[in-house]
């Protein structure tokens, strides 16, 4: 009778061979929640301009009884859509800035470029003209959308895949308050404060980086990928032969979600103040009711991303936000202030959803700078659905034919989710299997 073989003992594999171990935080540990707060500057600093706009109009235009824009807001459709046009095409320098994140890290441009763009919307407040505001606030654009890009890359990198969404979550509600207090500020304090003042304001959040900067950490994610690089990260942009398939399908997509909620954003005010005079306590009401269904959204597509999946989740979202944005300038009180709360929630849902499939598509060495493209596919989205929609809206007064002719037909682009694969659950080294 043979002796019995003995059982060979497993070993582990070697030290090498494993797969880094990142630290992983959760979606409310102290990092997290201090890159949200400089998004939350970010909004205050990027929204001031549309939240303002009516005002703005209204000082370097001529209001009159009339039945053209012009003559109800001061300055023409096509004037304030150019307008809104070159702020939206001064983002495009947020391409190079979140590009450059890939090599010198989230943490230092998060930290610089939110504190040069409060510096230059602070400066916005001393504009003597409409076109020295467009032309001053253009500085500070790109610096905003940057920080506000590198924002949801860090938050994604400092989560697991549990966490994820509710963090990108919790980046996108802290730009959504930002926007949302310099909307109610200037609606309640329009006559004592005026454009001006609102923008004088950001230098409270301006103030509050020497607090933050200690609590802004550097992603394990990003320190690991630089480390095991070969060669130098790319910077201003470029992306490798194997994800640029991937990335012309989610840009493509976000261009087509800017269209939409480009015109649909940035004309509200001014429509909602001027055109249907709906009083500036209303519009702050509406304003802060839009705030907790925006709540409402976020903690929805935190869970439908999670549960149902992103892509679905995306796509809905998508749908919902051009319809809704059809309601809103159907051309009564009671439609615009349906159409924008719902559509505030709309929003919120497709944030945690698209946010965490965006970056959940690439790895860590390439993430800021296709959050950079995505940046600039948007802002080529948004001035395409301004220019689209202030000219149509200028035809006769039309906004409802305008927002009809403009956000519907961008529905079509959902098809591309199908092209894209389910990210749910996964964490992003799994889908580029030996790439950091």
Request: glycine share 12%.
């Amino acid at each position: 009778m043979s002796e019995p073989v003995p059982r060979r003992r497993r070993s582990s594999p070697p030290r090498a061979a494993r797969r880094p171990e990142y630290r992983i935080r959760g979606w409310l540990d102290p990092a997290v929640v201090a890159v949200a707060l400089l998004a939350l500057g970010s909004g205050f600093g990027q929204f001031g301009a549309v939240a303002a706009l009516g005002d703005v109009a209204r000082s370097f235009g001529h209001v009159a009884d009339g039945s053209t824009i012009a003559e109800q807001a001061g300055l023409s459709g096509t004037e304030l859509g150019i307008g809104l046009a070159v702020l939206r095409l001064a983002s495009l320098g947020g391409l190079p800035l979140a590009g450059w994140a890939d090599r010198v890290g989230r943490r230092r441009i998060l930290l610089w470029t939110c504190g040069l763009g409060l510096m230059f919307t602070v400066a916005a407040a001393a504009s003597p003209g409409y076109w020295w505001f467009v032309a001053i606030f253009a500085c500070g654009r790109p610096l905003l959308s940057a920080t506000n890009a590198v924002a949801a890359v860090a938050a994604a990198e400092l989560t697991g895949a549990t966490d994820r969404a509710r963090a990108v979550a919790l980046v996108a509600a802290g730009y959504g308050v930002g926007a949302g207090l310099a909307a109610i500020i200037n609606a309640i304090a329009d006559g004592a404060l005026g454009f001006r003042g609102t923008f004088v304001l950001a230098a409270v959040p301006l103030g509050l980086l020497a607090v933050l900067r200690r609590w802004v950490v550097e992603p394990d994610r990003f320190t690991r990928a630089v480390a095991a690089a070969e060669h130098p990260v790319p910077v201003l942009g470029p992306v490798d032969a194997p994800f640029r398939g991937r990335l012309l399908i989610v840009a493509a997509l976000s261009f087509a979600i800017a269209v939409i909620t480009g015109p649909a954003n940035s004309f509200l005010y001014v429509y909602a103040e001027n055109v249907l005079a709906l009083p500036g306590a209303a519009i702050a009401a509406m304003v802060a009711t839009a705030g907790v269904t925006g709540l409402v959204g976020l903690l929805l597509g935190s869970r439908l991303a999670d549960r149902v999946g992103r892509r679905a989740t995306s796509a809905l979202a998508m749908v919902a936000i051009a319809l809704l944005g059809v309601l809103t300038y159907s051309g009564s009180r009671p439609a615009v202030v349906t159409g924008y709360v719902l559509g505030v929630l709309a929003a919120s849902t497709l944030a945690p959803a698209a946010g965490a499939l965006a970056n959940e598509l690439f790895p860590t060495s390439v993430r800021a700078s296709v959050a950079g493209w995505l940046v600039a596919a948007s802002v080529l989205g948004a001035v395409a659905g301004l220019l689209a929609f202030g000219a149509i809206a200028d035809a006769g007064n039309r906004f409802a034919l305008a927002a009809a002719a403009t956000f519907l037909p961008a529905v079509g682009a959902i098809g591309l989710f199908t092209l894209l694969p389910e990210t749910r659950g996964r964490e992003p080294e799994d889908l580029w299997p030996g790439i950091q």
